[in-house]
């Protein structure tokens, strides 16, 4: 009999350790480089817990874990009115990192739903205070605009925006047409106003030759010599012969 009760105390020695030690790796807890463990004791929150293994209490402590790298949100593509009246598509890219792991906890339920929701908000506001021409023209800006706008909201719940990418401008087909001209156009007016230099300069430079040919004649002489010698270096079935300038001149004087 004693054999027995000293048995049943064994084993209820055992069971005990086997139920604390199963106790006490259910509290291990691992927490990454990356995270940050926020932990909460009955409810209340104590501590967050940095990088390495940490231990609760189960039952009574629990431990949020937090990324604290840097992440990317899509802001889906939203139909937004410029100031000059042109219906726009945008989408955007958000990039933003928690910075304190507690209030991002706390502060807010569902921060990335927020922010996207911030994010969207502020597109429209910012994208219809300006003209098409500043759309296209200058992305970084208005990215930067919204960054500004969205990172007020989000620094109280321990989070920091740190910039907001204007992906694509997506314009009408009539919008796209018109532009298409005015571009053809102004692409026009450039090669007209190249060529009108072009010939401004040729005829300054026929002025300055003529002036030369006019105060030195032989000048035009060896000239004629150059042109027969291009025509001599091809292939042509006629020649023009040239008069010289000296049986000219005899003419001249007979007259």
Do not use: C
Not at 127 to 155: N, S
């Amino acid at each position: 009999m004693f054999a027995q009760v000293e048995l049943g105390s064994v084993f209820g020695i055992v069971v005990i350790i086997i139920i604390a030690v199963l106790y006490f790796l259910a509290g291990l807890r691992v927490v990454y480089q990356y995270e940050r463990g926020v932990k909460f004791t009955l409810g209340a929150f104590s501590s967050v817990y940095p990088p390495g293994l940490r231990y609760i209490l189960p039952g009574f402590q629990m431990l949020r874990k937090i990324d604290m790298r840097v992440n990317t949100l899509d802001v889906p593509r939203q139909e937004v009115m410029t100031k000059d009246n042109v219906p726009t598509k945008i989408n955007a890219v958000v990039f933003f990192k928690v910075v304190q792991a507690d209030k991002a906890v706390i502060e807010i339920s569902n921060y990335s739903y927020a922010i996207n929701q911030l994010a969207q908000s502020s597109l429209r506001d910012v994208v219809g205070t300006v003209e098409l021409d500043t759309v296209l023209a200058k992305r970084d800006e208005l990215g930067e605009r919204i960054r500004k706008f969205v990172d007020e909201f989000t620094m109280p719940w321990g989070i920091h925006v740190i910039s907001v990418e204007l992906k694509d401008v997506e314009l009408p087909e009539e919008m796209k047409r018109s532009m298409a001209a005015q571009a053809e156009a102004e692409r026009d007016r450039r090669a007209r106003i190249t060529l009108a230099e072009g010939e401004a300069m040729a005829a300054q430079k026929l002025l300055e030759a003529a002036k030369t040919i006019e105060q030195s004649p032989a000048a035009l002489q060896l000239r004629l010599y150059q042109a027969m010698t291009r025509i001599g270096e091809e292939n042509n079935s006629v020649i023009v012969i040239p008069i010289p300038m000296d049986l000219l001149s005899l003419f001249k004087r007979g007259d």
